[in-house]
């Protein structure tokens, strides 16, 4: 009896389903244990955005990878874009099983606000689109939380797109609301554009509108380079500047790669309590070897092979525990406070009306990654907001890279950086298949 259902567990036929992460006050709490929620976690996106794949829709490839995302000690990824015309439970069903939560972007490239037109961009089919996704992910409990946008804002310039991420996130909200789905968390991911960080991250967050305002924000930061520390990166000064932010906040890519081979020794800041009353931990960028070369494998058909970063990542992260007790979260901060003094209007859009169909009746079939609804907007790339990003027009890019350090771009030319890092302590898949083989026999007896 008590075999058969280790049995069962082992073959996977019970699927496990995660308890609910839910947001309490600035933190994410698991909504069994009301245990205070960190997240440990990569940027998981194989191929990147010029091989955009839907790495949740092939089992082979999830199965391929979450043997690492175990052997990390991770808890968390995120998916920037996926293919809503595709099933995803078997992939979902295996990252619960191995206890990881998602942080799902519902944008694609061909399907997101745009940075030279948003208010052409956020029409009804970008809704249904981003809806279908919703629809596609709602049912599984470790769907963490889903991210309206990413870097939309990548320059002080185009903080007048900021609207548009506000009335995406309400019409994210509403119609997890209309179509009676559990309560996901539905947040921004953020460039750290420095002259505007706060300034969008308390417009996001501000207003007597609940709906309109995001329940988390994860900012991309990659200002702790090599052996820094917590004050010199500029970490401290983060935590005093957001302090009182009332919803929780976390790095949503970090791992600066300008100094060569990370070490990782911002993980021990991370989830200290120097940054635990503001800060619920972060994902780094990112977990496959692409052009910009801030992999922690090297994938190469059905194999992977940890890089150096992946064993430094993985030590870091297992000497590493989460802060004890609550951490200092607090549930009485107060929503932020609208700008006054903003050179356009703040006022939040109307939703389409032609979208009104989406909330009474549901979002129907989603059109994958062929959706293109801004085909008709002006793209054309604004040539002050990114010199970097292949698809610079398009706001939520599978690696959009407009505000990492720059010379981490320009290492992508040269092959010999990633190649030369040395393949340390591989995990072999087998290893995982063996051990099963194994307490498969035992209980068998
Ligand atoms: C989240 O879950 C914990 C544990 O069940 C509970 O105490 C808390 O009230 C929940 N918070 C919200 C906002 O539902
Ligand atoms: C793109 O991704 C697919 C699916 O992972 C893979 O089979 C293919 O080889 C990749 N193409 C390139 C050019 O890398
Ligand atoms: C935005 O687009 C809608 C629909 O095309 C149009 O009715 C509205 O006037 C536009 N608003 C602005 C500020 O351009
Ligand atoms: C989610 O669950 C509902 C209710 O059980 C079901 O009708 C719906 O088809 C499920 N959606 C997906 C994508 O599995
Ligand atoms: C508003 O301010 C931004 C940032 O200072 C500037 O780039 C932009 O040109 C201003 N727009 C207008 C309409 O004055
Ligand atoms: C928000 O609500 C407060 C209190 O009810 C009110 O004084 C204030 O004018 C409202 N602000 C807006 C922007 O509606
Ligand atoms: C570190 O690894 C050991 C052995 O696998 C494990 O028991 C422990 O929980 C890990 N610690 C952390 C903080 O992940």
Not at 220 to 225: A, E, R, V
Not at 297 to 306: A, E, F, L, N, T
Request: with cysteine.
């Amino acid at each position: 009896m008590k075999y058969a259902f280790l049995l069962s567990l082992l073959v996977g036929s019970t699927a496990a389903s995660l308890p609910a992460i839910n947001v309490t006050g600035n933190a994410f709490l698991n909504s069994e244990t009301g245990e205070r929620f960190y997240i440990r976690g990569v940027d998981y996106q194989p191929g990147g955005s010029s091989n955009l794949t839907d790495p949740l829709a092939d089992v082979d490839v999830c199965s391929r990878d979450i043997p690492y995302f175990k052997d990390l000690g991770l808890n968390t990824i995120r998916v920037y874009s996926v293919d809503n015309t595709l099933s995803h439970s078997e992939c979902m069903e295996k990252l619960a099983d191995a206890g990881i939560y998602l942080i799902l972007d519902v944008t694609t490239p061909g399907t997101s606000i745009s940075r030279s037109d948003p208010n052409c961009s956020y029409n009804a089919d970008f809704l249904q689109n981003i809806f279908a996704t919703v629809d596609a992910f709602a049912n599984y409990t470790n769907v963490l939380g889903f991210f309206a946008g990413n870097e939309v804002v990548n320059n002080e310039d185009v903080l007048f797109t900021a609207p548009y991420i506000k009335a995406t996130v309400r019409d994210l909200k509403k119609y997890i609301k209309a179509r009676d789905y559990r309560q996901i968390p539905v947040g921004y991911s953020a460039a750290d554009v420095a002259s505007v960080r706060l300034e969008l991250a308390e417009y996001l967050n501000c207003g007597n509108d609940s709906t309109a305002r995001i329940d988390m924000l994860g900012i991309n930061d990659y200002s702790w380079c090599g052996h820094s520390s917590f004050t010199q990166s500029g970490y401290s000064e983060k935590v005093k500047m957001y302090s009182g932010f009332s919803v929780p906040m976390f790095l949503s890519e970090y791992g600066c790669n300008t100094q060569g081979t990370r070490e990782f020794t911002e993980v021990a800041s991370i989830y200290s309590t120097q940054m635990s009353s503001v800060f619920s931990g972060g994902l780094v960028y990112e977990y496959s070897q692409e052009d910009s070369d801030y992999g922690l494998v090297k994938i190469d058909g059905d194999s992977v092979s940890p890089l150096e970063d992946y064993n430094n990542l993985r030590s870091m992260l297992n000497s590493t525990s989460d802060p004890q007790g609550t951490g200092g979260y607090s549930t009485s901060y107060k929503p932020s406070k609208c700008p006054t003094d903003w050179n356009f209007t703040i006022t939040v859009p109307d939703t389409p009306e032609d979208a009104q169909t989406y909330f009474d009746n549901g979002a129907g079939a989603g059109y994958g990654f062929e959706a293109e609804t801004q085909e008709s907007c002006d793209n054309d790339d604004l040539s002050s907001v990114s010199s970097q990003s292949v698809t610079s027009a398009v706001s939520s890019t599978a690696s959009s890279s407009s505000t990492k350090p720059s010379s981490s771009s320009s290492s992508s030319s040269t092959t010999s950086s990633s190649s030369s890092k040395g393949v340390g302590g591989q995990v072999q898949a087998g290893t995982f298949f063996s051990v099963f083989m194994i307490l498969s026999a035992l209980l068998i007896q």
